[in-house]
């Protein structure tokens, strides 16, 4: 198991741009698929986007589609989501998540797939 810490969350206007990290513990980050949810007051927790261990391959959910990207940076123990055109629909208290994976090119895109979870950090997006 890795260890997960999120950050970068705050306030931005509708149309900015954050960009979240989440740094993980441990030396064998580059064997762990990694992925991004969200989950707004009242609703539940939600895919936003995907990457596998080797960072070749991603997955977005539609809904960020064309606005947000994820990076990883497996020097670092670091995984990235560059959210940009930022909408109120995009508010949420967003998770880092984390799975070990076999196959370096394979993603996961279904919460409880993941097994590492960090605490999560607030996007709030004003109209």
């Known amino acids: 198991q890795v260890q997960l810490v999120e950050s970068g969350g705050g306030l931005v206007q509708a149309g900015g741009s954050l960009r979240l990290s989440c740094a993980a513990s441990?030396?064998?980050?580059?064997?762990?698929?990694m992925g991004w949810f969200r989950q707004a007051p009242g609703k539940e927790r939600e895919f936003v986007v995907a990457?596998?261990?080797?960072?070749?391959?991603?997955y977005y959910a539609d809904s960020v589609k064309g606005r947000f990207t994820i990076s990883r940076d497996n020097a670092k123990n670091t995984v990235y989501l560059q959210m940009n055109s930022l909408k109120p629909e995009d508010m949420a208290v967003y998770y880092c998540?984390?799975?070990?994976?076999?196959?370096?090119?394979?993603?996961?895109?279904?919460?409880?797939?993941?097994?590492?979870w960090g605490q999560g950090t607030q996007v709030t997006v004003s109209s």
């Open positions: 998540a984390a799975r070990f994976s076999i196959y370096s090119e394979d993603y996961y895109k279904a919460a409880g797939d993941y097994g590492s």
């Open positions: 441990g030396r064998t980050f580059s064997r762990y698929a």
């Open positions: 990457i596998s261990s080797s960072g070749r391959r991603t």
